[in-house]
């Protein structure tokens, strides 16, 4: 793979999006808890994002926690977001040694106020960071977040047009999603970037997330780079 040029190359995506599926799958495989799967998930994170930092992605967008997954049993969802604001802050030296810049998307109004806290700091310390954006999607919904977008469309009186609802959504700003993978099996979007998904090229492996790595991330790009997309056109 050339790093040249990168992000004038069509044969390369701007923008990867991955629905992070498999953690507890993988646990109880191997006779652990759930939770052994989530720990193991969040040093896979580090590892894919800084290559995607290294290889010139615009745009890495993770799926960490969903709007539905509140309904998991209370300890799973508290051992969640202890793990997110640990990673959060063992991350930021990374962040900064790699250029990357942290995005948070999704409601986190629902969060304690001490990982909301975390994420801003996180969010305004790589503020000035030009490489690679780390986009985690934390209560996020693709229903809840089109819904809250059209509120603010109203809020300000705008017209409604595909470019103003798209100034609306928590990716405002960012490309489309080119290339959207889920590990683990699943051949669903599980309420993910529905709008930004429109016309992405997907791809479904059934390796659990703890045991994604780069190499089959190459080989995906390998693959992604052999599609043909026509938007629509011939
Ligand atoms: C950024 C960060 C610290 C991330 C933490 C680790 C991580 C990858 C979290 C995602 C949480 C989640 C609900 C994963 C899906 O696996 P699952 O629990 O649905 O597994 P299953 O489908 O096998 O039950
Ligand atoms: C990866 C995340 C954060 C959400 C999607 O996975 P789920 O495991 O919650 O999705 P479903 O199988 O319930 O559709
Ligand atoms: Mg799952």
Redesign the pocket.
């Known amino acids: 793979m050339s790093l040249n040029n990168m992000n004038d190359d069509k044969s390369f995506p701007s923008h990867i999006a991955i629905?992070?599926?498999?953690n507890?799958r993988w646990a109880k495989q191997r006779g652990l808890k759930r939770t052994a799967g989530h720990e193991e998930g969040a040093k896979v994170v580090r590892e894919i994002t800084k290559f995607c930092a290294k290889i010139g992605i615009k745009y890495l967008t993770l799926?960490?926690?969903?709007t539905?997954?509140w309904a998991r049993p209370k300890l799973e969802v508290e051992y969640l977001m202890r793990l997110l604001e640990k990673h959060l802050k063992n991350e930021l030296e990374v962040f900064l040694e790699n250029n990357i810049r942290f995005k948070a998307i999704g409601d986190l109004s629902k969060f304690s106020k001490s990982l909301q806290n975390t994420i801003k700091n996180t969010e305004n310390m790589t503020s000035s960071c030009t490489g690679l954006t780390q986009v985690l999607?934390l209560n996020?919904g693709s229903k809840d977040e089109i819904i809250r977008a059209i509120k603010k469309l109203n809020e300000q009186n705008l017209e409604i047009t595909e470019e103003n609802l798209e100034s609306c959504l928590d990716t405002a700003g960012m490309s489309p999603v080119d290339l959207l993978i889920r590990t683990?099996g699943?051949v669903?979007l599980?309420?993910?970037l529905l709008w930004q998904n429109a016309y992405a090229e997907m791809f479904f492996t059934k390796t659990y997330?703890p045991d994604f790595n780069i190499e089959e991330l190459e080989k995906i790009l390998d693959d992604y780079k052999n599609r043909e997309r026509r938007f629509g056109g011939i």
């Open positions: 629905i992070m599926d498999g507890g799926y960490a926690f969903s539905e997954n999607a996020y683990s699943e669903r599980s309420n993910y997330w």
